[in-house]
């Protein structure tokens, strides 16, 4: 219902998609790229004001839709604007310590592992949707994700906690 009502361009539903969807997506890209965390998911929400009309599906497809275009708008970021650690550990400054504390176990792991475990974690998304999201097999998502987990716990980083 939100989602007709946001393709027929009610605002409310727009607002209402925006609301149960940007805490979740704002987590995943700032575990991504701290340094652009809101310029990214800026946008990210005005690539879905232009495609929302001709998007056709379930809201569960529109949440994977929105990751993304999430995670597109991260590559094309990264590209035109390789990282420094400096100014990535003084974006995770406006975070607090437990957050940072999370972000910083996420970012040792391999970019695909972190993908699909933030995709899972944060975003929710379920296995079939994140392959979808990453362009990889299910099996081989399933994989990545249980090597994250294996990592994140070899590491003695409580699972939990990089998800809260």
Request: proline residues 3%; positive net charge; charged residues 30%.
């Amino acid at each position: 219902m939100r989602l007709d009502a946001a393709r027929d361009g009610k605002e409310w539903a727009l607002t209402a998609l925006y609301c149960s969807l940007q805490s979740k997506l704002l987590r995943y890209v700032a575990a991504r790229e701290p340094r652009f965390a809101e310029a990214v998911t800026e946008h990210v929400w005005r690539d879905v004001s232009r495609g929302l009309r001709t998007f056709d599906g379930t809201e569960a497809e529109f949440t994977a839709w929105t990751f993304a275009l999430a995670r597109r708008r991260l590559v094309k970021t990264r590209e035109l604007a390789p990282g420094e650690d400096a100014e990535a550990d003084a974006a995770l400054a406006r975070f607090d310590q437990r957050t940072q504390a999370a972000l910083r176990r996420l970012a040792g792991l391999p970019e695909d592992e972190a993908d699909v475990f933030l995709l899972r974690a944060i975003a929710g998304l379920t296995t079939e949707e994140v392959a979808w999201v990453v362009g990889k097999p299910r099996g081989v998502v399933l994989g990545l994700q249980q090597r994250a987990i294996e990592r994140l716990v070899q590491r003695r980083a409580p699972v939990t906690e990089l998800v809260a």
